[in-house]
């Protein structure tokens, strides 16, 4: 079995196993991988292949190189990461046109950066034409939001993106079988992805989810699997999409739907947080319980606690479905997206959300009745949560006095998925140790969030791990060494917060004493979150490489020749001391480069 950071999935891990039920935990077999497809050169798109390349046959059928192999493989990844996460922006758009508004100030604000009336169907509007666009007509979102210094890089790279499935469609068309072999424009069509998922997807589904549902605020919480009380009726929902499960939660505060599992012999109905949506509505809906990342999904299912679970979007793994028929547990889909094996679909919509919603609520009181109900299990842990750039914007001359003064060295921005590569959240936890010793503070979104959360990084506890500078900023400032800026959507967050630290000191993105670490990427959307990194001019840490290794033209110029075209710069490595010492490194190098003292 692989190795596992958090004690209580550890725990869930071996009760599932003496149950008889398997989790991805207990399935991983690193021997079945395939080191071409790991490297990049292996093609599948003819009926001529599957074609490899290796010393003896150095081209494909076709005569494609392994270059090309390699950057017609990425780039197709990252138009399929890219579609994922425009499906979760588009229908957060549907949604947006006949919702209520709750943060009126996010909608001005927004209305005016894209130059429309201060309306929620005016937004909606803007950004679904935006998606459709044509091929010839270039982002209106992107145009407005970039900030001027990185669209005067945009434009001179020609890397503004047009329509988002249009560029998507594009990047389909380009990687099928004898198109595009130009590992150049390959490369650069993979950064014009990026910043659709930067700017479109996840700025704009981030901005429209806080008009619905009102900003994030910073609060403490509760979290971790010790918080559920196997007497209440348990729905776990997983996904990406807060506005859909918001409805889900409202149902489950209905006084009827109440008396209902109370007849049932619950105390009550709570909904568990699992994956992204979670992270995101913790923040956001007080008293909000978050219990899971990615790979703690199965576990928390197999525990025993849970009656239902709601999909809409990934993390929704397959083998939910053997937990789930095992257990009585019931499986719902709001989202075809999300429909796993014997999954029933609930297809919502704006129209027919409080309906589903309801319909959700009591099947999962059935399943209540039925389900053996044991003891609590595991811990729970403290978090501050909530972080938001509203939250920096307001802080913002304390936090440049910080910097200034050097007891904080800079920012690593600790982002993205777990996997099981480098076991269960446990390079998360070295890599984040390592840079909390160094006095660079961490800002985090995605399942790194909860991982570091299960952790106790999000509390006072992680502060006796700190470097002795942020121990004390921290402690004055009565805040965690690890921020919480929410799902990994929220990585819109850090980015805005970027954005406005460059704006107030005069500079560029790629001068700011600021790196990003994606330290157990997981999947295709997180290789457009890295593009959008790399666009935008951040050193990136990656573990493990994304497929690229089969080229040394591709890797030489992800890893070295873009930070001489947008800034940025893909570091590879795997041990968190050496990632670490890197990313430090080149935060004291633009630290100096700006003038700021050394610590």
């Not at 005016?122 to 091929?135: C, E, H, R």
């Not at 560029?508 to 999947?523: C, G, H, K, M, R």
């Amino acid at each position: 079995m692989v190795e596992i950071a958090n004690e209580d999935v550890r725990t869930l891990v071996e009760m599932a196993r003496q149950k008889g039920l398997e989790t991805a935990h207990t399935r991983y077999n690193p021997k079945t991988k395939c080191s071409y497809g790991r490297d990049g050169i292996c093609c599948n798109l003819c009926t001529n292949g599957p074609c490899r390349i290796t010393e003896k046959t150095p081209y494909g059928v076709c005569g494609m190189n392994a270059h090309q192999m390699v950057a017609k493989n990425l780039l197709r990844r990252i138009a399929a990461g890219t579609a994922c996460y425009i499906h979760v922006c588009e229908n957060t758009a549907f949604i947006l046109k006949r919702s209520e508004v709750r943060d009126r100030k996010r909608l001005e604000e927004i209305a005016e950066k894209l130059g429309v009336e201060a309306d929620a169907e005016a937004i909606a509007n803007f950004v679904i034409k935006d998606i459709y666009a044509p091929g010839w007509l270039m982002s209106g979102v992107v145009m407005s939001l970039a900030p001027k210094k990185r669209l005067e890089v945009y434009e001179k790279l020609d890397l503004i993106p047009r329509g988002a499935k249009s560029e998507v469609f594009d990047a389909l068309v380009k990687t099928s079988t004898n198109l595009n072999a130009n590992v150049v424009d390959m490369l650069m069509h993979s950064l014009r992805l990026g910043l659709i998922t930067g700017y479109i997807a996840l700025k704009m589904h981030t901005y429209m989810t806080d008009i619905m549902l009102g900003s994030p605020k910073i609060t403490e919480v509760e979290t971790g699997v010790g918080a559920i009380d196997p007497e209440y009726v348990n729905i776990m929902v997983t996904g990406h999409q807060s506005p859909l499960q918001a409805k889900i939660i409202e149902a489950a505060s209905d006084e009827s739907l109440i008396k209902k599992a109370v007849d049932a012999g619950a105390k009550g109905i709570r909904i568990i947080g699992s994956t992204c949506v979670g992270q995101d509505l913790q923040g956001r809906i007080p008293g909000f319980l978050q219990c899971a990342n990615n790979f703690g999904t199965e576990p928390l299912a197999a525990s025993g606690l849970i009656d239902a679970i709601v999909s809409e979007f990934n993390c929704t793994f397959p083998g939910l479905t053997s937990i789930a028929q095992s257990l009585g547990i019931k499986l719902m889909a709001i989202d075809d997206a999300a429909l796993v094996d014997e999954a029933e679909l609930l297809k919502m919509s704006p129209e027919n959300a409080g309906d589903v919603a309801k319909e959700i609520v009591e099947r999962a009181i059935e399943a209540f009745k039925a389900r053996e109900r044991g003891e609590q299990v595991g811990s729970t842990k403290k978090a501050i949560v909530g972080f938001t750039e509203d939250f920096v914007a307001e802080n913002m001359d304390k936090i440049l006095e910080i910097l200034a003064e050097g007891k904080v060295k800079g920012v690593v921005a600790v982002v993205g998925c777990s996997n099981l590569v480098s076991g269960h959240d446990v390079l998360i936890k070295r890599l984040t140790e390592e840079l909390l010793k160094r006095d660079i503070l961490v800002w985090t979104a995605g399942c790194t969030s909860y991982a570091l959360q299960g952790l106790g990084y999000m509390s006072e506890e992680a502060l006796d791990i700190a470097g002795e500078g942020l121990k004390d900023v921290c402690g004055e400032l009565a805040l965690p060494p690890a921020w919480d800026f929410g799902m990994c959507m929220g990585i819109a967050r850090i980015s805005n917060t970027a954005e406005m630290l460059a704006e107030k000191l005069g500079v560029d993105i790629p001068d700011l004493p600021v790196a990003v670490s994606a330290p157990q990427w997981l999947e295709e959307q997180a290789l457009g979150d890295a593009a959008f990194a790399l666009a935008s001019g951040y050193l990136l840490h990656a573990y493990p490489s994304p497929y690229i290794d089969g080229s040394d033209v591709v890797t030489e110029i992800l890893t070295k020749g873009l930070a001489d075209m947008t800034g940025g710069k893909l570091l590879i490595e795997g041990d968190a001391e050496k990632a670490a010492e890197a990313m430090e490194r080149h935060i004291i190098e633009r630290r100096k480069e700006l003038g700021l003292k050394s610590s």
